[in-house]
Nanobody
Framework: QVQLAESGGGVVQAGDSLRPSCSSSIRALDDYAVAWFRQAPGTEREFVAAISRRGNKLIYADSVKSRFTISRNNPQNIVFLQMTSLQPEDTAVYYC????????????????WGQGTQVTVVA
């Protein structure tokens, strides 16, 4: 089973970009569909984006569709979330998650989670 680690969060100004990444040091990620979720204080965990094993199917939340891009590099065992035009409402802890099942926006589909990386966007 993979163990996931996120990195690349930070504090940025509105309009800036960030590219968090998700990697596994235990086992290759290419057996897994991978998704990004986020959770702001006092809110439920929210789907952001997901990518299938081969990267040929991408799913986005409507709130990020035109601004975020999910991608993966299987030989390098890493998944990226390119975030542009960041806004204060994007502030949250961002988690990557993996499943041996089909790519999905359903949080219950994913049974392997990282510890999260904080993204803070200041106005």
């Amino acid at each position: 089973q993979v163990q996931l680690a996120e990195s690349g969060g930070g504090v940025v100004q509105a309009g800036d970009s960030l590219r968090p990444s998700c990697s596994s040091s235990i086992r290759a990620l290419d057996d897994y569909a991978v998704a990004w979720f986020r959770q702001a204080p006092g809110t439920e965990r929210e789907f952001v984006a997901a990518i299938s094993r081969r990267g040929n199917k991408l799913i986005y939340a409507d709130s990020v569709k035109s601004r975020f891009t999910i991608s993966r590099n299987n030989p390098q065992n890493i998944v990226f979330l390119q975030m542009t035009s960041l806004q204060p409402e994007d502030t949250a802890v961002y988690y990557c998650a993996a499943t041996l099942g089909l790519v999905s926006r359903d949080v219950g589909q994913y049974n392997i989670w990282g510890q999260g990386t904080q993204v803070t966007v200041v106005a």
